[in-house]
């Protein structure tokens, strides 16, 4: 079957994903993942060691629709971390359509019965084996992380600006002072990776501000970007998911919110304050990021995903 399947898409081979190997499978993810080191085969083998021998297929975006429509033996879940109400994918009629999985995982709410939240943020932040210190120190870590030692104003890693939005911030603020984008879209430093490996957050650690919207604005998806300007320390220039990304966990009053076609003098105005003051900058960037029992919001999440998967598995 593989080979006729590479056989059959080999033209296509480098944008979609068929990863044959053990015992859980993963169709349409990018080409670069590997099935073993995956946060939800990590997860599964962690929390359901019977299951080792059942097959277990899991189906994103990234690759043809005949893939999604496949009736294939064994367990079927669906997960993605994109945003499908952005209308990139060619068949998100079928990505959508939960009769094809037992399990359907993604950013958005439901009360349907096989569907969960699970935002990618949780499997960017924190471990699959669901380590209860781990979380403790994770979440601590962004509850109150580390505000010294910030040489440089404000910084960005985007690969692509399809709104327009990111464009639109970075102008403002280079009005304010320098902004270094590591990233593809307005590359302008190599810093990132020649200076800390690739390591994001290192990166960012030695910014202010980090200019960091959602691709799209689209409640409850929350992506890892708030999450990675948090742990760094940088104050988020933030805009998605209606401007209240997770109200549970995220304390609202840390973030300088930009909006979208809207008027952002506040916005402004209160960068312009916070970097005319290092008592108005320690002021604004000591607040807690994280609310009180947002590690108890995250075990859930664990809780709740390994209840959904013991009803399949």
């Known amino acids: 079957m593989m080979r006729n399947i590479l056989s059959k898409f080999k033209s296509n081979y480098r944008t979609w994903r068929y990863n044959y190997g ?76 939960k009769s094809h999985f037992d399990l359907y995982v993604g950013f958005d709410k439901s009360e349907e019965q096989n569907h969960i939240r699970i935002p990618i943020w949780l499997m960017w932040c924190f ?27 404000c910084c960005m890693v985007s690969s692509h600006d399809w709104s327009g939005l990111r464009g639109e911030i970075m102008d403002n603020m280079q009005r304010l002072g320098a902004v270094s984008s590591a990233g593809a879209f307005r590359h302008n430093t190599d810093a990132l990776q020649k200076e800390f490996g690739d390591d994001k957050v290192s990166f960012m650690s030695n910014y202010k501000f980090a200019i960091c919207p959602e691709n799209m604005d689209t409640e409850g998806y929350v992506t890892e970007k708030i999450f990675d300007a948090i742990l760094a320390g940088c104050i988020p220039i933030y805009n998605g998911s209606n401007n209240k990304p997770e109200p549970e966990i995220i304390n609202h009053d840390s973030i300088v919110f930009w909006e979208t076609n809207k008027d952002n003098s506040l916005a402004v105005n209160k960068i312009i304050d916070i970097i005319m003051s290092d008592d108005c900058y320690r002021e604004f960037a000591s607040q807690p990021r994280l609310k009180k029992h947002a590690e108890d919001y995250v075990v859930e999440m664990y809780h709740s995903l390994k209840r959904s998967l013991s009803s399949i598995l």
């Open 127 to 153: 471990p699959p084996e669901g380590d209860i210190t781990a979380i403790n120190e994770i979440v601590r870590k962004m509850r109150f992380p580390k505000i010294d030692n910030k040489r440089e104003f």
């Open 22 to 97: 053990h015992n859980i499978k993963y169709y349409n993810f990018w080409i670069d993942q590997r099935p073993e080191e995956m946060w939800l085969s990590i997860f599964i083998r962690k929390h359901f060691p019977k299951a080792n021998n059942k097959r277990i297929n899991i189906n994103s975006v990234l690759g043809p629709e005949w893939m999604i429509k496949d009736n294939r033996k064994g367990v079927n879940i669906f997960y993605t971390g994109e945003n499908l109400h952005a209308q990139r994918f060619d068949h998100l009629t079928e990505c959508l359509n």
